[in-house]
């Protein structure tokens, strides 16, 4: 088992940062992908980014190139979303999540999820 604890969510102006941090803690949380999901009002949960076991290697949605970079620390058992020039389109809940080796983009493909942070961009 594996449990995430997601934090760093609030409200922004367009164009604004945030950072978010996902503590991992449990079974070996350095064995898992992990990567972030957001879902808006009335949407699907959809992949934003996803990060390797090392960190050396992350994957990220068309709408979060350029903008956004996932990165992790392995001896905190943390990983972080670093969200830059925000618009208000990215209104959603953030939601960390864990599965085991390689990042995949797929919702179902995750065994773990944190309870999500609310991140609000407003115009």
């Known amino acids: 088992q594996v449990q995430l604890v997601e934090s760093g969510g609030g409200l922004v102006q367009a164009g604004g940062s945030l950072r978010l941090s996902c503590a991992a803690s449990g079974r070996t949380p350095s064995m898992y992908a992990m990567a972030w999901f957001r879902q808006a009002p009335g949407k699907e949960r959809e992949f934003v980014a996803g990060?390797?076991?090392?960190?050396?290697?992350?994957e990220y949605a068309d709408s979060a190139k350029g903008r956004f970079t996932i990165s992790r620390d392995n001896v905190k058992n943390t990983v972080f979303l670093q969200m830059n020039s925000l618009k208000p389109e990215d209104t959603a809940v953030f939601f960390c999540a864990a599965r085991p080796f390689a990042v995949l983009t797929r919702r179902a493909d995750y065994n773990y999820w944190g309870q999500g942070t609310q991140v609000t961009v407003s115009s």
């Open positions: 990060v390797n076991l090392s960190g050396a290697t992350s």
